[in-house]
């Protein structure tokens, strides 16, 4: 069974950098593209960044310029930079990473960013 296990949320006050991970493991097979979305209270879920086994990566505008998305194929793990942070980055970031025809999400790591 897939399992995403994600780490390095936090709280950080604004200006500052988290950088967050996301390692899968158990039944991997031909990792598809890798990304992080995330959720503020009372909004819907949204896409921060991905990046393809190939490594091209895509972002939100919203972040650009200040997010860097990577990962690395031989870990499995897809990994989130994350600086000059906002107060409205805080919410929780979920990695979710695509195999074949199917997809799976980890279970979210907190990032509160203090003004």
């Known amino acids: 069974q897939v399992q995403l296990v994600e780490s390095g949320g936090g709280l950080v006050q604004a200006g500052g950098s988290l950088r967050l991970s996301c390692a899968a493991s158990?039944?991997?097979?031909?990792?598809?593209?890798m990304g992080w979305y995330r959720q503020a209270p009372g909004k819907q879920r949204e896409l921060v960044a991905d990046i393809t086994s190939g490594g091209n990566s895509n972002y939100a505008n919203s972040v650009k310029g200040r997010f860097t998305i990577s990962r690395d194929n031989a870990k499995n793990t897809v990994y989130l930079q994350m600086n000059s942070l906002k107060p409205e980055d805080t919410a929780v970031y979920y990695c979710?990473?695509?195999?074949?025809?199917?997809?799976?999400w980890g279970q979210g790591t907190q990032v509160t960013v203090s003004s």
């Open positions: 158990g039944g991997i097979f031909s990792i598809g593209v």
């Open positions: 979710k990473v695509f195999m074949g025809p199917y997809n799976y």
